[in-house]
T-cell receptor, first 114, second 112 residues
Framework: AQSVSQHNHHVILSEAASLELGCNYS??????LFWYVQYPGQHLQLLLK??????LVKGIKGFEAEFIKSKFSFNLRKPSVQWSDTAEYFC????????????FGAGTRLFVKA | SQTIHQWPATLVQPVGSPLSLECTVE??????LYWYRQAAGRGLQLLFY??????ISSEVPQNLSASRPQDRQFILSSKKLLLSDSGFYLC???????????FGQGTRLTVV
């Protein structure tokens, strides 16, 4: 069965620290990749997405993610986090041979200390 | 612009009672519709998805069912709720492949 794994369930960082959240997915052919963010009290929203082309994708608020096909990974990064980045982050994968299904990872709760 | 409405926001129901959660999308036609359940530490679990009226795909066996009586309406139901049905339910829609989903505000269901 198709699956998405996020390595860290909870991450605590100080402001200005660098962030990297891991995401791996199971093999299954061509994929479309997403990171969603849920700020406290708000609904899920798209942070960035990868469909094809440059494997380094830049999203909103200084976030970026790199697709490494050989490692089945799509890790999220930010060079310097801010207190306002405190949120839960979800990796999601849509396998093109899976039609319209999108599978989400378990999520990573990030807490940034001011 | 497109919007998605999901209600109610919170719901407390006794065990054995029926359930009906409704989701509607405005501003688009023929959307793909999804029901997810969000549980702490387990992320978003895809429950059902629909690519058209009357077309429902179930991802996990469970006490719930879904229906799509109209193009932009998606309903999550149960005939008899279990305690284990408690959770946070999210409706989402997407338009085309590749999928980018837009989420509703969610319903917090507590079965007592």
């Amino acid at each position: 069965a198709q699956s998405v794994s996020q390595h860290n369930h909870h991450v605590i960082l100080s402001e200005a620290a660098s962030l990297e959240l891991g995401c791996n997915y199971s093999y299954g052919g061509t994929v479309n990749l997403f990171w969603y963010v849920q700020y406290p009290g708000q609904h899920l929203q798209l942070l960035l997405k990868y469909f094809s082309g440059d494997p380094l994708v830049k999203g909103i608020k200084g976030f970026e993610a790199e697709f490494i096909k050989s490692k089945f990974s799509f890790n999220l990064r930010k060079p310097s986090v801010q207190w306002s980045d405190t949120a839960e982050y979800f990796c999601a994968v849509n396998w093109e041979n899976g039609g319209f299904k999108t599978i989400f990872g378990a999520g990573t709760r990030l807490f940034v200390k001011a | 612009s497109q919007t998605i409405h999901q209600w109610p926001a919170t719901l407390v129901q006794p065990v054995g009672s029926p359930l009906s959660l409704e989701c509607t999308v405005e501003g688009t036609s023929n959307p793909n519709l999804y029901w997810y359940r969000q549980a702490a530490g387990r992320g978003l679990q895809l429950l059902f998805y629909s690519v058209g009226i009357g077309q429902i795909s179930s991802e996990v066996p469970q006490n719930l069912s879904a229906s799509r009586p109209q193009d932009r309406q998606f309903i999550l139901s149960s005939k008899k709720l279990l305690l284990s049905d408690s959770g946070f339910y999210l409706c989402a829609w997407s338009k085309e492949l590749p999928i980018e989903a837009f989420f509703g505000q969610g319903t917090r269901l507590t079965v007592v």
